[in-house]
């Protein structure tokens, strides 16, 4: 689902004309590596998560740049709680090598981490960990469609199971979502070294995609670990479109809190739900991808030492003209906070959005459904 790299002779669809390659993913030409958390029985290993992540990092031996981008299909049922391992991937996310990993170096090594929401929905607080985390991205899973196929018949309705906001100290989350339902991707297959090539692997139990000999190697499955590699694809384009800036931008990464921002700034309101964003149900929509990667002019600041705060009060001003009135303006505010206590509220800093446009005052966070409405008050708990 992230991506990955075919023969011609998948391309083949049975749900359509046949115009597409299978297996090519969000992203079909970015580099992929793979951490083992679990057994071959399912089993949770309980890794040393620093240790994992560095190790990731750096790619030590293989002679290419190591992970910049994580996804994280598992999680623990835990009501939206905070737990000790949302709490180490708040602080992994700005910086993944820190001291007394097996690989350390000093200074920021910045992550994206994306992780999916779980599958205990639909009732609220059901949000998993460390999807529970305020750094990371939170994915939540949203229909496919494949006529014809079950829980895939609507793109604008939730995955049933998916899980929702919000956390248990009241943050919002999901971030984004993605599709979840009937979702085709690789099958495990074996050891070419002792069986025989195109065989999947004995581990692998489940159903195969139903259709010709060529499309052996894939399957379809539900849930939100089909969701959240969707999203680690998405920002793995964001990534390359700021690597494609003109100088003096030229391949200066986006921070793991651009992102975050960068897709939920935009995502697609789910007009069907009718819910106010940010919502427990959708976080700020489906991840849109078509209008992360147009040409719509943005004012894109990040991590830059003019805007960094240094103590409690201070304020930044930006003014500008919106360009063309009759689109919709957006504007996202996001920062990777400090890892926060697993006990009581998780949130540690605070900083309020304000947005004034045509003599009207907005808040951050204040929506009634898709669009932001005057009045309200400042959301205190959330870092975007």
Request: glycine share 12%; with cysteine; net charge neutral.
């Amino acid at each position: 689902v992230i991506g990955g790299n075919v023969a011609a002779v998948s391309r083949e669809n049975p749900h359509g004309d046949g115009s597409f390659y299978f297996g090519g993913g969000v992203n079909p030409f970015v580099r992929l590596g793979n951490s083992t958390i679990f057994t071959n029985g399912g089993t949770f290993t309980n890794p040393n998560l620093p240790n994992s992540l560095s190790r990731a990092y750096t790619n030590l031996g293989l002679g290419v740049r190591g992970a910049r981008i994580s996804n994280n299909s598992w999680g623990a049922a835990v009501s939206g709680a905070y737990n000790a391992n949302a709490q180490i991937y708040d602080a992994l996310v700005r910086d993944s090598m820190p001291d007394g990993a097996t690989f350390s170096a000093p200074g920021n090594q910045e992550m994206v981490v994306v992780f999916a929401a779980g599958n205990s929905g639909p009732g609220a607080r059901t949000m998993g960990a460390p999807g529970s985390a305020k750094n990371v991205i939170t994915a939540g899973g949203s229909q496919n469609v494949r006529p014809g196929v079950g829980d895939a018949t609507d793109a604008g309705a939730m995955y049933a199971s998916s899980s929702r906001g919000p956390t248990a100290d009241d943050r919002i989350k999901p971030d984004v979502i993605a599709p979840a339902t009937n979702v085709a991707g690789g099958v495990v297959m074996a050891d070419r070294l002792t069986a025989a090539p195109g065989n999947h692997n004995t581990c692998y139990t489940g159903a195969f995609l139903p259709t010709t000999p060529a499309q052996r190697f894939y399957r379809t499955g539900n849930g939100t670990s089909f969701a959240s590699p969707a999203v680690a694809g998405g920002a793995s384009l964001v990534r390359q479109l700021f690597a494609n800036r003109p100088a003096p931008f030229f391949n200066a990464a986006p921070s793991p809190a651009m992102t975050r921002a960068y897709l939920m700034n935009t995502a697609t309101y789910m007009e069907r739900l009718t819910d106010n964003l940010p919502s427990p149900n959708q976080g700020m929509g489906r991840m849109n991808l078509e209008r992360a990667l147009d040409e719509t002019p943005r004012a894109l600041r990040d991590q830059l030492p003019v805007d960094r705060f240094t103590e409690s009060g201070q304020t930044r001003v930006y003014s500008g003209t919106i360009a063309d009135p009759s689109q919709p303006f957006r504007v996202t505010l996001a920062w990777s906070d400090s890892p926060g206590s697993t006990t009581g509220a998780a949130f540690v800093n605070n900083l309020d959005l304000r947005v004034e446009v045509g003599g009207q005052t907005y808040l951050g966070n204040v929506f009634t459904q898709g669009n932001s409405v005057t009045g309200g008050t400042a959301d205190i708990r959330n870092n975007a």
